[in-house]
């Protein structure tokens, strides 16, 4: 690890402005230390053993080390299982979150039935999670007690999780529970369903093609809004530092939620940056933010962004029009 860290620190110290250049060196250093601490013999150099050495906090801060250690051959980075390893700690985040309850054993019976079925990480983790919910409701009763109230009390909260809650269902009844059904969706509700789905795939084919950067932004902040749940209010306010390039692949709020966004809206983030050249944004400023990233945009104007951009959109497809003309 020593000459593997002087060779890295070398080369860093070549690139980088020397203030950048400090720090990165400094977080390279702990890293390597704690990963001599735990892997002996550079053969046992692997993913597994790198993120049991740093967890995924330590890889996000030391992500370019990383990176060049893959590069030279000194570990074979599985970026997959990373993300695995990630969402696997999320899970038992929620389990240890709901704590020791009448029901932890339900719980863990239910998220080895998952791993049986190999499943994906992340469904695995939204069924934990809805579950989790679903069991909050209702309370320190009895299983038995487990009625159509607590589960309409449920979806009101987190009307995402219907199909989770579905599986959770099947489940319980499977362990001897109570046969509970989901309640029809309202007509409203699958009207808003279909309509999202629409227009998720619209912004989708728009942002492979922007009509300036405002509606690339624009379209990156109500798609992350929308497919993770989160307020838009939220989303417009990250800032350069809240977004990194990590194993796993493109995080925000590495320090907080460390969320990571999901293909293929993860690369259509990335070209959108580098596109406007907001990678180049100094720490502090707004990714998605107007005036070079100074000002945090509104809800509102995300909404006339996107309206000014289809009605440009449809004056440029109408017949006989032509660029330039009046």
Not at 148 to 163: A, C, F, Y
Request: proline share 5%; hydrophobic share 45%.
């Amino acid at each position: 690890m020593a000459k593997l860290f002087t060779e890295y620190g070398t080369e860093a110290a070549d690139e980088l402005k020397a203030t950048v250049a400090t720090g990165r060196i400094a977080r390279a250093a702990a890293a390597c230390r704690q990963i001599a601490l735990t892997v002996p013999h550079p053969d046992d150099l692997t993913t597994d053993a790198l993120y049991a050495a740093l967890g995924a906090g330590g890889l996000q801060r030391v992500s370019p080390m990383i990176t060049y250690m893959a590069e030279v051959g000194a570990v074979r980075l599985d970026r997959a299982r990373i993300m695995n390893q990630i969402e696997e700690d999320r899970v038992m985040q929620v389990l240890v979150a709901y704590g020791e309850g009448p029901h932890r054993s339900l719980l863990n019976r239910y998220r080895n039935d998952f791993a049986d079925r190999v499943r994906m990480s992340v469904t695995e983790r939204t069924a934990i999670t809805a579950a989790v919910d679903l069991l909050a409701e209702l309370g320190d009763a009895p299983l038995a007690k487990l009625s159509q109230l607590h589960l309409k009390r449920t979806l009101h909260k987190g009307p995402e999780h219907r199909d989770a809650l579905q599986e959770f269902l099947c489940f319980i009844a499977a362990q001897g529970g109570p046969i509970l059904a989901l309640p029809m969706p309202s007509r409203a509700e699958l009207a808003a369903n279909k309509k999202w789905q629409r227009d998720a795939t619209t912004w989708r084919k728009r942002l492979e093609y922007p009509a300036s950067s405002r509606e690339a932004r624009a379209l990156i902040a109500v798609l992350i809004a929308r497919l993770y749940a989160l307020p838009l209010s939220r989303v417009l306010t990250l800032r350069r530092e809240d977004v990194v390039f990590t194993p796993a692949g493109v995080t925000l709020w590495p320090k907080a939620d460390a969320l990571i966004l999901e293909e293929p809206l993860a690369d259509a983030f990335d070209k959108g940056m580098r596109q406007h050249c907001y990678w180049s944004l100094p720490m502090g400023q707004y990714l998605l933010g107007d005036e070079g990233g100074m000002l945090i945009i509104s809800e509102a104007m995300v909404a006339k962004h996107l309206t000014d951009a289809a009605k440009y959109r449809r004056m440029f497809s109408k017949p006989g029009f032509r660029r330039g003309r009046p």
